[in-house]
């Protein structure tokens, strides 16, 4: 099992940022993917890093605004989110595979509110 426990959501006006965290603790993993849900929206992802290589992949929608990293000796994941837009409002989830073939995620977290005012 792993757990995760994101942190660092809240209130932002547009055009500003805020860095959200994901603890991991338990058993080792592959990748850490960050998610979001607006409400009456499906959940959508928004970006990944492979835990050992520090490779990332990023939904269009964000590239060049949000940045994810780790921090591996702390089993720490950040998105580090910039020009933040209203449509970025969501529960930003953080998650974690078990293998980098699949594009599953097996654990996840139980969200951080991100609220963007216009």
């Known amino acids: 099992q792993v757990q995760l426990v994101e942190s660092g959501g809240g209130l932002v006006q547009a055009g500003g940022s805020l860095r959200l965290s994901c603890a991991a603790s338990?058993?080792?993993?592959?990748?850490l993917g960050w998610f979001r849900q607006a409400p009456g929206k499906e959940r959508e992802f928004v970006a990944s890093i492979r835990w050992s290589s520090g490779t990332t992949f990023y939904a269009d929608s964000v590239k060049g605004r949000f940045t994810i990293s780790r921090d591996y000796s702390k089993n720490m994941g950040y998105l580090q989110m910039n020009s933040l837009k209203p449509e970025d409002t969501a529960v930003y989830y953080c998650?974690?595979?078990?293998?980098?073939?699949?594009?599953?995620?097996?654990?996840w977290g139980q969200g951080t509110q991100v609220t963007v005012s216009s």
């Open positions: 998650a974690a595979a078990n293998s980098v073939v699949s594009s599953r995620y097996d654990y």
């Open positions: 338990g058993r080792t993993f592959v990748r």
